[in-house]
């Protein structure tokens, strides 16, 4: 039960930072769109407000993540391949289903990881590639304004949004792939030790 609600604890945590930092660009960018506009000020009920905003946000852009950021689950390496044809042969899977055998091995790495070590790495990932997506979106929003408000005066403000949320969504991505690369580690070498104790 206390390893359910780390990994739980794990994943709303990544929902409102992730919607958090959408509130904050939008805010960002808000202002210099339309200076007289500002987020409400502080207030309890404000602050549920934003607060909320930014967990429906977050769920939003994580399941968009879901849809468009897709990482290879069937680059292996050979090692691995081995693993998981051991696993396909014991749950009786489709011949060379990588993809269902490392959910067969992830399930029981989740459930048996003591460390929280596997649900750590899948919630950093989560994040991390959460944010490189709304960085993304916040420069092309802002690469289409500008061209279409080529008479602005700010367009130190927007040139410079554009290239640090490009960087950002840039870093952050490989950001993920790194932990994503950890969690993989973590699964196979959490699932080889419950094979070995229950062997």
């Known amino acids: 039960m206390e390893k359910l609600l780390r990994i739980g604890i794990y994943d709303q945590i990544g929902y409102i930072f992730v919607g958090g930092l959408v509130v904050m660009l939008f805010a960002l960018d808000g202002h210099f769109i339309f200076p007289a506009w500002h987020l409400p000020n502080g207030g ?21 993540a879901n849809m468009i950021i897709k990482e290879k689950k069937s ?12 696993v396909i042969t014991e749950y009786g899977l489709h011949s060379h289903d990588y993809n269902g055998a490392f959910k067969q091995m992830m399930s029981l790495a989740k459930w048996k990881d003591l460390t929280g070590e596997v649900g750590a790495f899948n919630a950093h990932y989560g994040l991390y590639r959460g944010w490189a997506l709304v960085f993304f979106l916040n420069a092309m929003a802002a690469s289409y304004y500008i061209l279409t408000h080529l008479n602005i005066a700010s367009h ?18 490989r950001r993920s792939k790194r932990f994503y690369a950890y969690f993989g580690e973590k699964v196979v070498s959490t699932y080889l030790l419950v094979k070995h104790e229950i062997e």
């Open 44 to 64: 309890f009920t404000n602050l549920l407000v934003v607060f909320f905003a930014a967990y429906v946000l977050g769920h939003l852009v994580q399941a968009t």
């Open 75 to 86: 680059d292996f390496s050979p090692e691995v391949k081995h693993i998981l044809e051991d």
């Open 156 to 173: 130190e403000f927007w040139g410079f949004n554009i290239i640090l949320s490009l960087f950002a969504s840039y870093a952050f991505l």
